[in-house]
Every structure is written in C-alpha cells, then in structure tokens.
Nanobody, 125 residues
Framework: QVQLVESGGGLVQAGGSLRLSCAAS????????MAWFRQTPGNEREFVAA????????NYADSVKGRFTISRDNAKNTEYLQMSSLKPEDTAVYFC??????????????????WGQGTQVTVSS
C-alpha cells in the first residue's frame, strides 16, 4: 500500500522559512517523479514544484521560482520542499505527490497518481 506522509508545516512570519518533508512507503521512489502542490479553500489544487526521479531536473511554478527548492533523497524515500522568503499568499495546504515515470528527467505538472494528506502552511503578515 502506497503512503505519502507530509510533515514540517506550521505558522511562520512573512520573510521566514520552512522545510516540508514527504516520506514515502510502499513504493520505490527512484521510479517516480515527485512533486508538491498546494490548495487554498475554494480553489483548485495548484502545482508548486516537481523533481525528476533521478533528482537531476526540477520544475517550478513562476510564483515560487527563486524562493522554493525541491529536492529528494531516494535512499530515504523522501522528498523535501525548502521554502524561503515566504509571503502571506503562500498560505495553503501543501500536498506531496508521486507518479511513475520511465524517463529519468520527466517533471510533470499534472497527472499524479499518489497523494499525501497535506500539511498546513500559514504565513502571517
């Protein structure tokens, strides 16, 4: 059974930093592209960042480029999202996601098969 479990969310002041983690079980993460999405009440879930199964390629939404960094440690079956220079508009529930990919460098922005339960990030002004 595949499980993705996020951690690291919380309350932070604008300009601060947080690091989210996503621990995967029931799958071999080196076969999967992984990503982070976020959602606010009443809105669609939006893509934040993706990382290829090799870890060598990343993709970011324009709204977080230069402030967020996605990474992964396949030996630990874990992906991370380092968030810096946080803004109130980054407030959301953040979800990690995984999808199997044959290409080592694929960084899809949609079509993910597995999702975590989400972790709340709140940025105060």
């Amino acid at each position: 059974q595949v499980q993705l479990v996020e951690s690291g969310g919380g309350l932070v002041q604008a300009g601060g930093s947080l690091r989210l983690s996503c621990a995967a079980s029931g799958l071999t993460t080196s076969r999967y592209a992984m990503a982070w999405f976020r959602q606010t009440p009443g809105n669609e879930r939006e893509f934040v960042a993706a990382i290829s199964r090799s870890g060598g390629t990343t993709n970011y939404a324009d709204s977080v480029k230069g402030r967020f960094t996605i990474s992964r440690d396949n030996a630990k079956n874990t992906e991370y999202l380092q968030m810096s220079s946080l803004k109130p508009e980054d407030t959301a529930v953040y979800f990690c996601a995984a999808v199997v990919r044959l290409s080592r460098d694929a960084v899809p922005t949609e079509g993910y098969d597995y999702w975590g339960q989400g972790t709340q990030v709140t940025v105060s002004s």
